[in-house]
Nanobody, 129 residues
Framework: QVRLVESGGDSVQSGGSLRLSCTGS????????MAWFRQVPGKEREGVAV???????????IYADSVKDRFIISKDNAKNTLYLQMTNLKTDDTAMYYC???????????????????WGQGTQVTVSS
């Protein structure tokens, strides 16, 4: 069974930066979509960023409005690793961050977390003021 593993979560102060990584038994070059989601206890899982291969709109990364211009999603196909570079972190960014991959409908519904077939166990990001 394919399993993804996240790393890079930490406790930082507001305004700080972190880079999350996600790797596993998956070929990132051939996966249609990979994404980062986050979840706070008691709240629904929230999409943060999605990186797509191709697609009718030209593909490319998309971001939640709350992280646009602060986070960058990227992948290194040679290392089969997905990244999330987070800058100017805010206390509202505190959450468990999950890596996800392979959603059959990601070009139409990229933020539908239940469509993603592969998940990691999560890495905690805590931002203090």
């Amino acid at each position: 069974q394919v399993r993804l593993v996240e790393s890079g979560g930490d406790s930082v102060q507001s305004g700080g930066s972190l880079r999350l990584s996600c790797t596993g038994s998956i070929y990132t070059a051939y996966v249609n979509c990979m994404a980062w989601f986050r979840q706070v206890p008691g709240k629904e899982r929230e999409g943060v960023a999605v990186i797509r291969v191709g697609g009718g709109d030209g593909g490319g990364p998309i971001y939640a409005d709350s992280v646009k211009d602060r986070f960058i999603i990227s992948k290194d196909n040679a290392k089969n690793t997905l990244y999330l570079q987070m800058t100017n972190l805010k206390t509202d960014d505190t959450a468990m961050y999950y890596c996800a991959a392979d959603s059959p409908d990601c070009y139409v519904r990229p933020w539908s977390w239940s469509d993603y077939k592969k998940w990691g166990q999560g890495t905690q990001v805590t931002v203090s003021s």
